[in-house]
């Protein structure tokens, strides 16, 4: 934002110093991309306008934010991987984050239900609010702020999916892994780490199919739509096999050819040969509608009537709700799932002990490329992989994504939760996006207790540190409750512009900096003192 105040040539010098102080906010690890928040402080009762960094806020992270992320995933991935005692899990009191997060969400909502009854398409609030949902999750709540607003469907059982045959070992009830004793006597602690990937779709050469008409993009597409569910399933099939509840830390990545796969820390061990059974006979079946018919297309779509739906343009006949479509569905003894999935042949399985190299090593595999998105893996210099990636995200613009995606009108159905303005193969949702190949789940998975903390803990954690190495651990722990956040309005005039508001920060980090390298000088010398007394006392 610019003040009108200033002289022109000032105005027009702002980009650069905007780009100056990301440049300086980088070096510093500051976010670069603040966004600006009301916080009323309800000891004082006064009300400031505060940076948050853009990593505690939004999806988009910006280079800074993304690496502290990731520096985090790495810690929460260390510390659970071997861990050798049960976690205690105990609901938390919610934090600022976590408190801000669900009025941030209130707020979303109340904007998206005024767009609604205006009329508007609200599509765009729909998305930050399926964000903001994610990073609830995330910032260490359970579950949805809605709850269950509908009762869950019952499926019959015949489309339950059924355990595939695999061995199955009685459930005890613990999540650490077994451990072996040396004939020195000490504990070995092995862990697994474990790569899994998808089949083949055609021949591929440098990442690149050989064939492109042949190559089955289709199938891609659906595979990377369904992958997280998979991977559900390998989880399952893996604990009842383990007969322990199994925990899990896994990055989801891209490959050369653009399909997702996964790897995976798991805690404790199995017999290399049965983790490669359990994936073998891992698969999950998509009970969607058929999707083999176009119904409508081009100019010729369903038409949307207030209080009715989607109607078919020709005959006014009402399309079926998903709902319906379901039923149908179900009552069909003859129908096949949409989609059944599978993992590829090619399963990686390594033994990791405790505390080995071996261990770092995985740990930085695991969380090299979260700084990215899964589309960053394309070389823009590559012209045969950008027509792949043009083939892919043209299959992924007409699949389905979820019940809710408008690419259910191409085939007669209405989306779950139908609103105006719907039109097959503009569906917003982020997995038609070119940067997520057709994945829109998250790229960290990790298991309920794996370590005794969540991400937002962990942040904690670090705040804890500073806070005992500037020796103020004796203040009382701060009130939660202390602080109301709001968002604030766009153009709004008491914002600075950014690259002050940026530069103000590093300057608030320059002094913190200082000020703990002040306190380290000083415990060193504290420390060097003793050593000296020790020394002329012994
Ligand atoms: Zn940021
Ligand atoms: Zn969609």
Excluded at 274 to 279: F, L
Excluded at 337 to 365: E, N
Aim: aromatic share 6%; glycine share 6%.
């Amino acid at each position: 934002m610019t003040h009108r105040s200033l002289p022109r040539a000032v105005r027009q010098a702002m980009p650069l110093a905007r780009e100056v102080a990301e440049e300086v906010a980088k070096q510093y690890g500051v976010c670069i991309r603040p966004v600006p928040l009301k916080r009323l402080d309800t000891h004082t009762g006064a009300w400031e306008i505060v940076d948050v960094p853009c990593g505690a806020t939004l999806e988009a992270k910006c280079p800074p934010c993304a690496k502290r992320n990731r520096q985090l995933r790495m810690a929460q991935c260390r510390e659970g991987w071997h861990l050798d005692h049960e976690p205690a899990i105990t609901p938390d009191e919610p934090s600022d984050e976590q408190r801000w997060l669900i009025e941030f969400r209130a707020d979303l909502q109340a904007h998206r239900d005024q767009a609604a009854c205006l009329g508007e398409d609200a599509s765009d609030w729909d998305a930050a609010i399926e964000g903001v949902d994610a990073e609830i999750n995330e910032a260490g709540m359970r579950g949805n702020v809605l709850g269950r607003t509908v009762p869950k469907r019952n499926r019959s059982t015949r489309r339950r999916q059924d355990a595939p045959d695999l061995p199955k070992r009685k459930m005890t009830a613990t999540t650490l892994g077994r451990t072996f004793t040396g004939s020195d006597g000490k504990v070995y602690r092995p862990s697994l780490f474990v790569t899994l990937t998808l089949p083949s779709y055609g021949k591929i050469r440098d990442g690149v199919p050989l064939d492109p008409d042949t190559y089955d993009y289709a199938r891609a597409a659906r595979d990377a739509l369904h992958f997280s569910k998979l991977v559900d399933r390998f989880v399952q099939n893996l604990r009842r096999v383990a007969g322990y509840d199994v925990q899990y830390f896994a990055t989801v990545e891209p490959q050369k050819r653009l399909a997702p796969h996964l790897h995976m820390a798991i805690r404790g061990t199995l017999p290399r040969a049965e983790i490669k059974q359990i994936a073998a006979a891992t698969y999950h079946q998509v009970w969607w509608p058929a999707v083999d018919r176009v119904v409508f297309d081009g100019d010729h779509l369903p038409v949307w009537e207030e209080g009715v739906g989607y109607l078919d343009p020709a005959t006014g006949e009402v399309l079926p709700t998903w709902d319906e479509a379901l039923d149908q569905l179900d009552a069909d003894e003859a129908a096949d799932p949409l989609h059944v999935m599978r993992f590829g042949a090619q399963v990686d399985v390594q033994g990791v002990l405790a505390g080995t190299p071996d261990a770092d090593q995985c740990i930085r595999y695991l969380s090299k490329y979260l700084t990215k998105t899964l589309g960053d893996s394309l070389d823009p210099d590559n012209p045969a992989q950008r027509e792949h990636a043009g083939r892919l995200a043209e299959a992924l613009r007409w699949e389905p994504c979820s019940p809710t995606c408008a690419n259910w009108l191409r085939y007669a159905i209405q989306p779950k939760g139908a609103k105006p303005g719907m039109a097959p193969g503009r569906c917003r949702g982020k997995a038609h996006k070119p940067d997520h190949l057709g994945y829109a789940g998250r790229r960290v998975l990790v298991s309920r207790k794996w370590s005794n903390k969540t991400l937002a803990e962990h942040k904690q954690d670090r705040h804890t540190w500073v806070l005992e190495a500037l020796g103020q651990t004796d203040q009382p722990p701060p009130d939660p409750h202390r602080y109301v956040w709001k968002p604030v309005p766009a153009g709004d005039a008491n914002i600075a512009p950014l690259a002050v508001r940026l530069l103000r920060t590093v300057a608030e980090r320059q002094r913190w900096r200082a000020h703990l390298a002040q306190l380290q000088a000083q415990a060193d010398g504290q420390d060097l003192s003793a050593t000296e007394h020790t020394g002329r006392a012994a």
